[in-house]
């Protein structure tokens, strides 16, 4: 076991001359190594044994033998390389399984014996197979490696230089010695060429066995079908990309063929190479899924593929309409047994008028529907409904035809006479169908089926039905004809109401007083308006237009109503008149009315005042028992018998006259004239008031003074008196006198009779006898002889301070000795222990007493002669009242409210001795009060008092002046009385202050915020205020607080509240939570009231940040609450370092939306461009009407894209991961673009992190060299569009798998972007060559610097 060279050296020695000197020879042991590499192949592989010899010092031959032949073709090294080594090849182009010999002998020493040494070829049988599939499908082929010994070649696929890794299934098959490599294809989509690789494991060196695959598609698209059911219909499937198929059409699991229900029809092969299969269908009446399978004649061991094709049948109703003319009509379109939503349109009618309304109806599978309205039909008109698929739009459309027919209806109103018995009838024209009739009644009575008659046929276009009635009564009834479709059952039912007038006619007959005008009422129920009414006098002359009578009508409520008013001068006597009633039925109806005419004779009377007196009341012509008659006052208000009056009521016993008599008491003349009615009371009549007047007169005998011895006057005055007059006188013992100077009647009416008495010596009276309508009056006069007479004759009305002169004169012609006394209430004025009275004057015959008037003047006065002789004469006396010189108004201060009636009066004293009361005056803030009651208050605004007559009170001797006023808000200020008298004297009257209770408001309405609250000032007026004013609001939301100040005015007080308004702050979490709220606050003092509407203002809204992209535009908006008169307006800002300053002018406009009906506004900032800058805090500062609010803060965030890396660098086949971080609002929508392809992917993965931070990344999976370039990520935030930075992905390539080195196996590690193999030597074995032990990939080109790495070598121990 020669491991090395070696030398040996060779001594001999002789044996025969042992002593000979030995002779050595060196031989040399050369040692060379001889190994053949074996191979294994696939049959019709070339490939190439080899034999290599190392350790050489020269060259060896070699020759190479399979079954002892020499084979020839081999090739042999002619020298020894450096390494001491020689190669021999033997070439085989069809290789040949069996042992190949490489014979070696050393050529340096020729002895050497021959070496073999040998090499094994081994043959595998390999088959590939190929398929021809549906495009999308499934394509699945086989390489079958056969002779596989115990160490199995490896099998491996390629897809042109590609190696492919998934999909594959590896199987053994022992018995026949076989490998099954199965390659799957999950979803082939073009034509492919897959490489079966079989590789040598047992001899790593062996070439490398290849067998395509043709891996071929078809595709066949097939269509589904909508049809209408029962419809014929073909159902196609295309196959192309194929020339060689077969194909059969199934329906379940039985194939299908031409029969009377299908017609299977032969392909047909189109110019652009499709194939069409088509399969025909007779009426289909059911859902069909048909399966359409094929198969590749090619490769007829492909996988047979199957297409669903679906026949969905539908049912189309088209339902059509019977209308009224011009009436809304709808045609509708229903399909059923649906799966899903079909187009379907309308045609027939014009698309532009707005007449016709296309509705979908919803699609809820498996029915939808289409309704055509018709606002206003017209005519008869045809639609055509038109279905087509929208899912299967190769269906064929299917359509429908629908009818709509107008017909009118005829239905009059009929007018009849109560208890006749009418017929209604309603009549439809314009339809060939029968049509369905029903009738009914406004009130709900039901109508008996006899009643009614209804045409079963139509002739020509007519039909008709009838409601008979019978004995109807008096009303207006109406009746329903409703007309439906017999047809088209779903139509729009039309009906017509026709009116039953049952007239009936009332006439109203009167008792009525002769020579009154009365008013007789003929009233037409159940009538039209058209209905006419006369009036007939002996029911032959139309009076209706007479002088004497006068016609009104009056329509309301189905009722006619004539007044006929007929004049006085013609109700003499008993009247007939006939009321003549004509419907639009053109027949009269007739009722008699009648007058019957009574008489009232009522007496008059004149009495003296202060005596009794007697009225008469006679009621003559009456014809009816029922009469009364009651005598009343003015204001006819029944007289009752008392101390005042007597009744007496007398009959004549026939009932046809009654006497009613009032007896009245003295003391009712005492009051003057007087007014009465005699009340008369026909049947059921309103009573009729007869007037009557008891007039008086007075009668007036003041007694007379005369001298003694002279010729006095007695003078008889009877005043007011209307009726004659005779005046007669006697004496105290009744002798009449006859030589009255004279009797005669004034103007006013007053008749005056004086008697003229001469030479009297003592007192005396006389008689005067009045005689008025037969009545005797009887009357005393006194006559007093007297020479003292005092002047005034009268009592005496002076005002204060005033000076009056009292005259005591002695009249008669002689003088007498005595002297004058004065006398002040029976007290002799004399000064001495008297009473002081005043200033006299006295001589003879005459006696003055001056007096200035003062509160002790007041009492009687008189005066007295007192002769010599001790006997006095006393003159007449008379009452002096000293009277304040003032007015009285009340009252002084007026309070009251807007349109409250109010009245002012002014009393002021009258009959003032020699000092007339002219007038009152009345004066207005200073302005006369015109006699209208006109005038002008401070600000010559107009007012207007209703000036009453002036009032004389004969009790007090005084005269007052009211005025009426109702309070408004000009009538407010001083009123004051100017009374006006003969001698110019100034009357004070203390005025009056009119005033009004206000409650006003400094403001109608204002806005109120949660930063600024509103104040409103409420001023109030009044004459004082017992209570605090109260502040209500509505709705709740409002808190008001107030502060109060009195202070006093002319004749009351004012008051000023103070009521600040506020409301809470509010915060809204979308902007469609904000409305403005609009409050109302009354304020009520005293009953009155005043509003101010407050308008809450300011509650805003504003996302917190807005997200912005450098020079992109962007927009932040802010919406806040107001209302539509404010005056608002809106300053931007932006944060700058710590401030907020205004934003400018360039580059960013301010948009403000008008207020909404919520009272809403939106103020949008728009910017241009956005800076950096802009990345930055924002706020609006909104004014609204001087109010400022402020929003919340609003952070600019600026979006952004960072890249994980931007260069990758990867091997082919490997999967990678493209990645960046985005910040933005929301989940962005993102592809990844090739830049160098211009080609995008949809990216998914993406995740986030924390709230606004996204991590986007994008997977490619077993990336090769047409995926290197450069990428980019485009990012879309709600409108904001980012690109990231460049990534750019470089693919390195791979190596080819080295096969492992006898006893070794090999190590992989990383070499920067290359990687390296290393040889591991098994346990037991060495290195054969150390600098063959790595050999290492540049994946820049994907090759190894080596491939044929050193083996490791059993070591045998030598023996």
């Keep these: 076991n020669l491991q090395q060279d070696t030398s040996y050296t060779c001594n001999t020695v002789s044996k025969t001359y042992t002593h000979s000197n030995p002779a050595s020879v060196v031989v040399g042991?050369?040692?060379?190594?001889?190994?053949?590499?074996?191979?294994?192949?696939?049959?019709?592989?070339?490939?190439?044994?080899?034999?290599?010899?190392?350790?050489?010092?020269?060259?060896?031959?070699?020759?190479?033998?399979?079954?002892?032949?020499?084979?020839?073709?081999?090739?042999?090294?002619?020298?020894?390389?450096?390494?001491?080594?020689?190669?021999?090849?033997?070439?085989?182009?069809?290789?040949?399984?069996?042992?190949?010999?490489?014979?070696?002998?050393?050529?340096?020493?020729?002895?050497?014996?021959?070496?073999?040494?040998?090499?094994?070829?081994?043959?595998?049988?390999?088959?590939?197979?190929?398929?021809?599939?549906?495009?999308?499908?499934?394509?699945?082929?086989?390489?079958?490696?056969?002779?596989?010994?115990?160490?199995?070649?490896?099998?491996?696929?390629?897809?042109?230089?590609?190696?492919?890794?998934?999909?594959?299934?590896?199987?053994?098959?022992?018995?026949?010695?076989?490998?099954?490599?199965?390659?799957?294809?999950?979803?082939?989509?073009?034509?492919?060429?897959?490489?079966?690789?079989?590789?040598?494991?047992?001899?790593?060196?062996?070439?490398?066995?290849?067998?395509?695959?043709?891996?071929?598609?078809?595709?066949?698209?097939?269509?589904?079908?909508?049809?209408?059911?029962?419809?014929?219909?073909?159902?196609?499937?295309?196959?192309?990309?194929?020339?060689?198929?077969t194909a059969s059409w199934w329906l379940s699991d039985n194939q299908i063929s031409s029969n009377s229900d299908y017609t299977v029809k032969n392909p047909e092969t189109q110019n652009n190479g499709d194939i069409h299969f088509v399969l025909e269908i007779v009426n289909p009446s059911r859902n069909l899924d048909?399966?359409?399978?094929?198969?590749?004649?090619?490769?007829?061991?492909?996988?047979?593929?199957?297409?669903?094709?679906?026949?969905?049948?539908?049912?189309?109703?088209?339902?059509?309409?019977?209308?009224?003319?011009?009436?809304?009509?709808?045609?509708?379109?229903?399909?059923?047994?649906?799966?899903?939503?079909?187009?379907?349109?309308?045609?027939?009618?014009?698309?532009?008028?707005?007449?016709?309304?296309?509705?979908?109806?919803?699609?809820?599978?498996?029915?939808?529907?289409?309704?055509?309205?018709?606002?206003?039909?017209?005519?008869?008109?045809?639609?055509?409904?038109?279905?087509?698929?929208?899912?299967?739009?190769?269906?064929?459309?299917?359509?429908?035809?629908?009818?709509?027919?107008?017909?009118?209806?005829?239905?009059?109103?009929?007018?009849?006479k109560k208890l006749s018995n009418p017929t209604l009838t309603c009549t439809v024209s314009g339809l060939k169908d029968p049509i369905k009739f029903e009738w009914s009644s406004e009130d709900g009575t039901e109508i008996p089926s006899d009643k009614v008659s209804s045409d079963d046929v139509v002739t020509g276009d007519i039909q008709s039905s009838t409601l008979e009635l019978t004995n109807v009564n008096s009303g207006v009834y109406t009746y329903t004809c409703q007309v439906s479709s017999l047809t088209w059952p779903t139509s729009i039912m039309s009906s017509e109401t026709a009116k039953l007038r049952v007239f009936g006619i009332t006439v109203e007959s009167r008792y009525v007083k002769a020579n009154t005008g009365v008013v007789l009422t003929c009233t037409a129920t159940g009538v039209t308006e058209t209905t006419v009414i006369t009036w007939r006098l002996d029911a032959t002359n139309d009076v209706t237009k007479g002088e004497d009578f006068t016609a009104e009508d009056n329509y309301e409520d189905d009722t006619k109503t004539s007044k006929l008013t007929i004049k006085g001068t013609a109700v003499t006597n008993d009247v007939t008149l006939t009321c003549v009633v004509t419907p639009d039925t053109g027949k009269e109806e007739t009722e008699i009315a009648t007058i019957d005419v009574y008489r009232v004779d009522v007496s008059t009377k004149e009495v003296e005042v202060r005596s009794k007196a007697t009225l008469t009341c006679v009621v003559s012509d009456v014809t009816v028992d029922k009469v009364t008659a009651k005598w009343t006052d003015k204001n006819q208000t029944h007289i009752t018998e008392n101390n005042d009056y007597t009744i007496r009521e007398v009959d004549d016993g026939g009932n046809t006259e009654k006497t009613l008599t009032l007896g009245i008491s003295e003391v009712v003349t005492q009051g003057g004239d007087g007014d009465y009615f005699c009340a008369v009371t026909v049947a059921d009549e309103e009573p009729d008031y007869t007037a009557t007047t008891l007039e008086t007169f007075t009668t007036s005998v003041p007694d007379v003074e005369v001298r003694t011895g002279e010729t006095g006057y007695v003078t008889c005055t009877v005043a007011d008196a209307e009726k004659a007059v005779t005046i007669s006188w006697s004496s105290a013992d009744g002798a009449a006198i006859s030589n009255t100077e004279y009797t005669h009647t004034t103007k006013d009416g007053t008749t005056v009779s004086v008697l003229t008495v001469k030479g009297l010596?003592?007192?005396?009276?006389?008689?005067?006898?009045?005689?008025?309508?037969?009545?005797?009056?009887?009357?005393?006069?006194?006559?007093?002889?007297?020479?003292?007479?005092?002047?005034?004759?009268?009592?005496?009305?002076?005002?204060?301070?005033?000076?009056?002169?009292?005259?005591?004169?002695?009249?008669?012609?002689?003088?007498?000795?005595?002297?004058f006394v004065w006398k002040f209430d029976n007290a002799v004025c004399d000064g001495s222990g008297g009473v002081a009275c005043g200033q006299i004057t006295s001589d003879l015959k005459t006696s003055e007493l001056k007096i200035s008037a003062s509160s002790g003047s007041e009492g009687t006065w008189g005066c007295t002669f007192s002769k010599d002789d001790g006997s006095e004469i006393k003159s007449n006396t008379l009452v002096m009242t000293v009277v304040e010189l003032t007015a009285s108004q009340t009252p002084p201060v007026i309070w009251g409210k807007v349109d409250e009636a109010k009245s002012v009066s002014c009393t002021t004293p009258i009959n003032i001795y020699n000092n007339q009361h002219l007038s009152f005056g009345w004066e207005f803030d200073g302005n006369t009060v015109n006699s209208d009651g006109s005038s002008f208050n401070a600000n010559n605004s107009p007012v207007t008092f209703t000036v009453k007559p002036d009032v004389v009170s004969a009790s007090d001797n005084s005269k007052t002046s009211t005025l009426e006023f109702s309070l408004s808000s000009v009538l407010v200020g001083t009123l004051a009385c100017k009374p006006e008298y003969k001698k110019g004297q100034s009357v004070a009257a203390t005025a009056t202050s009119v005033n009004l209770e206000t409650v006003a408001a400094d403001k109608t309405s204002t806005f109120v915020t949660a930063s600024t609250p509103a104040t409103v000032t409420f001023t109030s007026r009044s004459a004082d205020f017992p209570e605090k004013g109260t502040v209500s609001s509505s709705p709740s939301g409002l808190t008001v607080t107030t502060s109060t100040t009195d202070t006093a005015i002319t004749g009351g007080k004012e008051r000023v509240e103070v009521a600040t308004f506020s409301v809470a702050s509010v915060s809204v979490g979308d902007v469609s939570e904000l409305s403005s709220t609009s409050y109302t606050a009354v304020y009520t003092l005293l009953g009155v009231s005043a509003t101010v509407t407050l308008h809450s203002a300011g509650v805003t809204y504003a996302d917190k940040e807005v997200w912005m992209s450098i020079e992109q535009k962007a927009q932040i908006s802010c919406s806040f609450t107001t209302s539509n008169d404010a005056d608002i307006s809106v300053v931007w800002m932006r944060q700058r370092s710590k401030v907020y300053e205004e934003l400018p002018e360039k580059g960013y406009t301010n948009i403000m939306s008008s207020v909404n009906e919520k009272g809403v506004v939106t103020t949008v900032l728009y910017i241009d461009q956005v800076e950096e800058e802009d990345i930055s805090n924002f706020k609006a500062v909104i004014s609204i009407s001087g109010a400022k609010v402020e929003s919340g803060v609003i952070a600019g965030r600026m979006v952004n894209v960072t890249v994980e890396t931007d260069t990758i660098s990867a091997l082919a086949q490997s999967d990678i991961s493209l990645a960046v971080t985005a910040i933005g609002p929301s989940t962005p929508t993102v592809v990844l673009v090739h830049r160098d392809q211009g080609t995008s992917l949809a990216?998914?993965?993406?995740?986030?992190?924390?709230?606004?931070?996204?991590?986007?990344?994008?997977?490619?999976?077993?990336?090769?060299?047409?995926?290197?370039?450069?990428?980019?990520?485009?990012?879309?935030?709600?409108?904001?569009?980012?690109?990231?930075?460049?990534?750019?992905?470089?693919?390195?390539?791979?190596?080819?798998?080295?096969?492992?080195?006898?006893?070794?196996?090999?190590?992989?590690?990383?070499?920067?972007?290359n990687y390296t193999f290393t040889v591991k030597c098994s346990s037991g074995t060495v290195m054969m060559d150390t600098s063959r032990s790595v050999a290492k990939c540049d994946t820049t080109t994907g090759t190894y610097d080596i491939t044929d790495l050193t083996p490791c070598l059993e070591t045998t121990q030598p023996t």
């Design 29 to 245: 042991a050369n040692v060379f190594v001889v190994t053949a590499e074996s191979r294994e192949v696939t049959a019709s592989t070339a490939t190439t044994l080899t034999c290599r010899i190392s350790d050489l010092t020269s060259v060896v031959s070699v020759t190479w033998k399979k079954d002892g032949q020499k084979q020839s073709g081999e090739v042999t090294d002619s020298s020894v390389n450096s390494n001491g080594e020689q190669t021999s090849r033997l070439p085989m182009t069809n290789p040949v399984d069996g042992t190949y010999i490489c014979v070696t002998k050393s050529t340096l020493y020729p002895s050497s014996p021959e070496f073999e040494t040998e090499a094994y070829l081994y043959l595998l049988t390999m088959e590939v197979s190929s398929v021809e599939v549906l495009v999308n499908t499934a394509a699945v082929v086989t390489c079958t490696v056969g002779n596989v010994r115990d160490q199995k070649p490896t099998v491996t696929w390629k897809e042109g230089d590609t190696d492919v890794t998934d999909h594959l299934s590896e199987s053994e098959d022992a018995a026949n010695n076989r490998i099954l490599s199965t390659l799957t294809v999950p979803q082939l989509q073009q034509d492919s060429v897959y490489t079966c690789v079989v590789r040598s494991a047992q001899f790593p060196k062996s070439e490398e066995g290849t067998k395509t695959s043709d891996l071929l598609t078809y595709d066949v698209s097939c269509e589904n079908v909508d049809v209408r059911k029962e419809t014929p219909v073909s159902v196609t499937c295309v196959v192309s990309q194929t020339d060689d198929i």
């Design 761 to 819: 010596t003592q007192d005396t009276s006389f008689n005067c006898e009045v005689t008025v309508e037969g009545s005797t009056y009887p009357h005393v006069v006194n006559v007093e002889t007297n020479d003292l007479s005092l002047t005034p004759d009268e009592d005496l009305r002076i005002f204060d301070q005033s000076d009056v002169i009292l005259t005591c004169e002695y009249k008669s012609s002689r003088v007498s000795s005595g002297s």
């Design 290 to 416: 048909l399966t359409f399978k094929t198969r590749s004649k090619k490769h007829p061991s492909s996988k047979e593929s199957t297409k669903a094709v679906s026949l969905r049948i539908y049912e189309l109703t088209v339902t059509g309409s019977q209308v009224r003319t011009e009436s809304e009509s709808a045609v509708k379109c229903e399909l059923s047994h649906l799966e899903n939503k079909m187009a379907i349109t309308w045609s027939g009618y014009p698309k532009d008028s707005p007449d016709y309304v296309v509705t979908e109806g919803s699609f809820t599978a498996p029915t939808q529907t289409s309704t055509l309205r018709i606002s206003n039909a017209k005519s008869d008109e045809s639609f055509t409904c038109i279905i087509k698929s929208i899912a299967n739009p190769q269906s064929p459309e299917s359509a429908g035809y629908a009818q709509v027919d107008t017909y009118d209806i005829t239905f009059p109103d009929v007018s009849t």
């Design 1243 to 1313: 990216v998914t993965e993406i995740t986030d992190d924390t709230a606004g931070t996204y991590r986007i990344a994008k997977s490619l999976n077993s990336v090769y060299k047409n995926n290197a370039g450069q990428y980019y990520f485009k990012i879309e935030f709600a409108g904001l569009i980012l690109k990231s930075d460049n990534i750019t992905l470089t693919i390195r390539n791979k190596c080819k798998p080295l096969s492992n080195p006898p006893n070794a196996q090999l190590v992989e590690a990383e070499d920067n972007d």
